[in-house]
């Protein structure tokens, strides 16, 4: 008896719980964009539709959904702007969202898709095709000056709080493939980014001026830095990230400009560095700055077939222009590298060169093996890698291979 009574009263919880569930789902309005004119044909202008849609979304006071089916929509350029009344917009994309093949269509606004002082914003799924091409043909093969110059990024969140973005796919940006910059409260997770190994300047991930950032479960292969960590990147957390082909997972570059802020407590934790140029890098201008980095954790990082696996790089310096002195004044401080391991295709696997003016302190290495495999496929030619460290003053080493000297 008294168990048929538990049962029979789970059952009704259960039963109360689904009425929940659905009146609450029921009561999230949609605003679909094909409700607002936009059609699945990369041919048609969508912009406006969506545009519709979201200013619908952001005017609802409840939370509400704005959607975007199957099939691919051609958009011109889109800023969502915000703040929204209520805190609670979901962005649920099934669909792909096309770039104008034309980049003169963009030319210079520098954003394709921009989110702009949101604050409580969740983009979900979708795919964002940059159609990049005939840019990084103009840059790479034209006359550069006839290539526009603040190229388009794929996805701008900017000035904005609480953004969640999970599951999206970002392809041939023309430039940056996502940016985050002057914001607060910003989670990625499930991203994966592609792109040719060979196309110019298309960042996978940037991050600058902004707190409490994380890039999770990511999956990213591009032609620059897989994520970059620019002026004012604070309390960043990447984890289980695979990179490759790109640049690596980068700090940098710092300290073109004499006011800026620094970066600091940044974790990269469990990730995969694939066949690319660089691995961990710091990298600052030779020019005096009154930046810094400080708290930096590199923690289970494999390398396969990097160039520079390690890498701090303070006299970055193109050209040998506009560096005077060539001493950069970004202060590196407290940076650590727990169990980096794997293959180098360059000799120098470990390379810190910091600057003469502000050497580098605190750099911490445990559990760092590193080999030599030269430039061939495989790993037939196995062979000791070497260090050079310079500048660098309180070094701790521990099982650390190649072995490093600091002078
Ligand atoms: C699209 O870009 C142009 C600059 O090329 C800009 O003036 C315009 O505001 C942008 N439109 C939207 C909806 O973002
Ligand atoms: C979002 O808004 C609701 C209703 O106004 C409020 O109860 C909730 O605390 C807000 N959440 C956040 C994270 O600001
Ligand atoms: C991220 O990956 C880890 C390990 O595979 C898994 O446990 C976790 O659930 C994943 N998180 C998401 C949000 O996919
Ligand atoms: C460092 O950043 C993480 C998020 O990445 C945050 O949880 C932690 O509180 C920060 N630590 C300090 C000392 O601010
Ligand atoms: C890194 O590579 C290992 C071995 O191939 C794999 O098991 C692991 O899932 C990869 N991690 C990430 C974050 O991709």
Not at 231 to 236: E, L
Request: with cysteine.
């Amino acid at each position: 008896m008294l168990n048929l009574y538990h049962s029979s009263s789970v059952l009704v919880a259960a039963v109360l719980f689904l009425i929940a569930t659905a009146a609450a789902s029921a009561s999230r309005p949609v605003y679909s964009v094909t409700n607002y004119g936009s059609r699945a044909d990369p041919k048609t202008d969508s912009t406006t539709a969506f545009l519709d849609a979201w200013s619908r979304a952001c005017s609802d006071p409840r939370p509400s959904t704005v959607y975007v089916p199957n099939g691919k929509f051609y958009i011109r350029n889109a800023t969502f702007e915000g703040p929204c009344r209520s805190n609670d917009t979901l962005v649920r994309v099934d669909g792909t969202l096309v770039a104008p093949a034309d980049y003169s269509v963009i030319g210079d606004a520098g954003n394709w898709i921009l989110f702009h002082s949101v604050d409580g914003v969740r983009i979900s799924g979708g795919i964002l095709d940059g159609q990049g091409i005939a840019l990084w043909s103009c840059k790479l093969h034209g006359q550069k000056k006839d290539c526009p110059l603040g190229a388009t990024q794929n996805l701008h969140i900017s000035n904005s709080n609480n953004v969640a973005i999970d599951g999206l796919t970002s392809t041939n940006s023309q430039m940056f493939h996502i940016a985050i910059t002057g914001c607060r409260n910003v989670n990625l997770q499930r991203v994966t980014v592609t792109a040719p190994g060979s196309s110019p300047n298309t960042d996978g991930i940037h991050v600058g001026l902004s707190t409490l950032v994380s890039i999770t479960n990511s999956t990213i292969s591009t032609g620059d830095d897989c994520i970059s960590m620019g002026p004012g990147a604070r309390n960043v957390w990447i984890e289980r990230v695979a990179c490759g082909p790109g640049h690596g997972i980068s700090i940098g570059s710092l300290g073109w400009t004499y006011q800026e802020p620094g970066v600091e407590n940044v974790t990269v934790k469990t990730v995969n560095l694939t066949e690319t140029t660089n691995g961990l890098r710091i990298k600052t201008w030779g020019r005096p700055s009154s930046g810094f980095v400080r708290d930096v954790l590199f923690q289970h990082a494999v390398m396969e077939g990097v160039q520079n696996p390690i890498l701090i790089d303070q006299n970055y310096c193109p050209g040998n222009r506009n560096c005077p002195g060539r001493a950069s004044g970004v202060e590196v401080s407290d940076v650590r590298y727990w169990n980096v391991r794997g293959t180098s295709r360059t000799e120098v696997a470990v390379r810190i060169d910091c600057s003469k003016a502000n050497p580098c302190s605190g750099i911490q290495m445990r559990d760092v093996a590193l080999a030599y495999v030269g430039s061939g496929s495989g790993s037939a030619s196995m062979e000791a890698a070497a260090a050079s460290c310079t500048n660098a003053r309180g070094t701790s080493l521990t099982y650390v291979t190649p072995v490093v000297k600091c002078s």
